[in-house]
């Protein structure tokens, strides 16, 4: 069954430093998503990406962040400068179409942790 | 900003008892779905109500989409240990950005 990859599945920085975050999503899937989730929190929507652009950003996606899909199937997530509270799980998924009648596949998740 | 509320927060039940978490949006809703998130692990897709007063049923799970579209519930009938983790709702606005619920973590008791 196609599944949803991230690497790494570990990542610690130190605060002010720049992090990317890789994610392969399913290969047919048109629609693209990060998240995070604090340590015993709910998770946070941060971004969608369709058509190689982004189609909706939360509050949380500031200049600080920015994604990109370099290659057709790799979709990546950048965080500039990191600061302490940017310590989270942050998974990727992929879905066919928006939501419409397709679910979400949630990629493992990369652990981030700042220090 | 739009919020969406689970109640409770917790639920320790015994096994082969019933389980009802509910989700609540501050606004309405163009659809919902619900997620299971294991202990460790990443969300897992369980299913989505799109139509207002919308009911599906997975085996032992009953899924509900309010008549206004800003409430859902999932109840699980004869509860197992492998229902164990944490249920997420999930709401969708109008764009592409979804609303997760505070989830629910449920706990079974052999």
């Known amino acids: 069954e196609p599944e949803v990859t991230q690497t790494p599945s570990h990542q610690v920085t130190q605060m002010g430093q720049e992090v990317i975050l890789r994610c392969v999503p399913i290969?047919?899937?048109?629609?693209f998503y990060w998240y995070r989730q604090i340590l015993g929190q709910k998770v946070e929507f941060l971004v969608s990406?369709?058509?190689?652009?982004?189609?909706?950003k939360s509050e949380i996606f500031d200049d600080q962040f920015s994604v990109e899909r370099p290659d057709g199937s790799n979709f990546t997530l950048k965080i500039r400068s990191t600061k302490l509270e940017d310590s989270a799980m942050y998974f990727c998924?992929?879905?066919?179409?928006?939501?419409?009648?397709?679910?979400?596949?949630f990629g493992p998740g990369t652990r981030l942790t700042v220090t | 900003g739009q919020q969406v509320m689970q109640i409770p927060q917790y639920q320790h039940v015994q096994e082969g008892e019933d389980f009802t978490t509910y989700c609540n949006s501050s606004?309405?809703?163009?659809?919902i779905q619900w997620y299971k998130q294991r202990p460790g692990g990443h969300p897992v897709f369980l299913i989505q109500?799109?139509?207002?007063?919308e009911v599906k049923k997975q085996k032992r799970l009953t899924f509900q989409f309010g008549e206004a579209k800003k409430n859902s519930s999932l109840h699980i009938t004869a509860t197992q240990t492998t229902d164990v983790g944490t249920y997420f709702c999930a709401g969708q606005d109008t764009g592409n950005q979804f609303y997760f619920g505070t989830g629910t973590s449920l706990t079974v008791i052999p």
């Open positions: 990406f369709y058509n190689n652009e982004i189609s909706e």
């Open positions: 290969s047919n899937h048109l629609y």
């Open positions: 606004t309405t809703l163009s659809n």
């Open positions: 998924a992929s879905s066919w179409t928006s939501g419409g009648s397709y679910e979400q596949y």
């Open positions: 109500l799109v139509k207002s007063g």
